[in-house]
């Protein structure tokens, strides 16, 4: 009997060495498991990292210009036609004793250089908004490729990011040369009314814009855009579906030129645009601004916003070069040489400045 119980207990013994052995087996499995998806992952973080810092070495979409030499410059023409009235005259002339204006054939340089590391409104960049790693920044060169763009304020929803507006207008996407004859209507609808989507969405305009497939290195922050009027009041939502630059809007320009004043006789008040020998004059390069042909040639833009003036049922407010001022224009005017110039929203960390 005796000896039954101690081959029973070596049995037993032998039994639990085996359950021992395999428990210490698993655990090690475990954490060989365990350390090996441990450094799976680390494998993994790091080739991430790697991958983030090879595509941040990637060039900017934006390069701050090199100096005065990129920086376009106009003549001041004779105007064609006698457009001054109660001390003020039209385009960059006006009168140069009372207000500042240029003498006949003066130079006009559009924009500043800049100070790096700080944005101003003015300051030029160029822009590889195609995607094809050039810089298109010669100002004597060939306007078609030109890819210079004048920095404008903050996005409002977050300052992370830059407004540019274009050097001039485009149609189809395209620069259009401010010597040829015009224009596009902001929307088709003029019987709506000012809260109707039809009438407030610039339907027309937005078609001309530069697609996403032609300037493939920028983009909106949102293809969705919550229109409002000059008072800051949300009218309506449009889409900017597959557009890589939107409209500028009025907020825009007042956040630019400091003075401006609600439009009466000039963009900012007592100083309108290029009054001032300088103040805020890229808004109207490429306008009537700089040719003195009224009503021959691009007069101007169109801003996103819609207008609250008087009387102003289906307006909205433009750009006017030879006027050097914002006023509302009703939307479907597309003869009165009134086109479109493209915003872009460029992130701060992938412009070069």
Known sequence: MKKVNNRGFAVSTMLYTLILMMFM???????????????????????KKDLLQYYDKDDPICRRVSGTNKLLVGKCPLLKQASCYDNHCYNCRHDPTKLGGYAVDANITYGQVGTPGVFKSGDVFVCDVNGDGNFQDDPNGDR??????????????????????FFANVSGGKFIDSNKK?????SNNTTATLTAAQETCPNVAVNQLPTTSQWKNVK?????????????????????????????????????????????????????LGQAKGYCEYFVIYTTYDSGKDNEETKGYWLETVSTAPKSMNKHLIVDGMGRNVYPLKNDKDGQNIGVRPVIEVPKSKIEY
């Open 144 to 165: 078609n490729k030109l890819e210079l763009f004048f920095y404008v304020t903050d996005l409002e929803s977050d300052s992370d990011y830059a407004v540019l507006i």
């Open 220 to 272: 909106l922050t949102n293809e969705t855009r919550r229109i409002k009027d000059e008072d800051g009041v949300e009218r309506v939502t449009c889409p900017y579906t597959n557009r890589a630059a939107r409209l500028p809007t009025y907020d825009e320009i007042k956040a630019a030129c400091p003075t401006i004043a609600k439009y009466n006789s000039s963009i900012t008040g007592d100083t309108p």
């Open 182 to 186: 015009s224009g596009f209507a902001y």
């Open 25 to 47: 087996i698993v655990l090690s499995i475990m954490s060989m498991l365990g350390t090996t998806r441990s450094n799976t992952k680390n494998l993994s973080d790091d080739i």
